[in-house]
Nanobody, 121 residues
Framework: QVQLVESGGGLVQPGGSLRLSCAAS????????MGWYRQAPGKQRELVAV???????NYADSVKGRFTISRDNAKNTVYLQMNSLKLEDTAVYYC???????????????WGQGTQVTVSS
């Protein structure tokens, strides 16, 4: 019923930039928070950044000042602009969205399939 499709991952050198996108589609009534998580090999999935429907944002300390999350509510899309990338940013990045699906009245969390970001010289 609902799909989150990510794009924009890839290979980049340290200090470089990438922009991730994630578009939600399907029988969507409304979307609350949208966010990005990442999981590096051998580690747990961790929150990178989140943005509410009103535009409030929150970031992991490790990415503050380097990453920027934004969203386009008209397109049901969330973005993650990643600058000054470091080796330790290498991970699979997953987008998430708390979505209310027609005709239910509650929100459920949906996940994208993941996109690989590799920072390497």
């Amino acid at each position: 019923q609902v799909q989150l499709v990510e794009s924009g991952g890839g290979l980049v050198q340290p200090g470089g930039s990438l922009r991730l996108s994630c578009a939600a589609s399907g029988s969507i009534s409304s979307i609350n928070a949208m966010g990005w998580y990442r999981q590096a090999p051998g580690k747990q999935r961790e929150l990178v950044a989140v943005v509410t429907s009103g535009g409030s944002t929150n970031y992991a300390d490790s990415v503050k000042g380097r990453f920027t999350i934004s969203r386009d509510n008209a397109k049901n899309t969330v973005y993650l602009q990643m600058n000054s990338l470091k080796l330790e940013d290498t991970a699979v990045y997953y987008c998430s969205a708390d979505i209310r699906v027609v005709p239910v009245t509650y929100f459920t969390r949906h996940w994208g399939q993941g996109t690989q970001v590799t920072v390497s010289s």
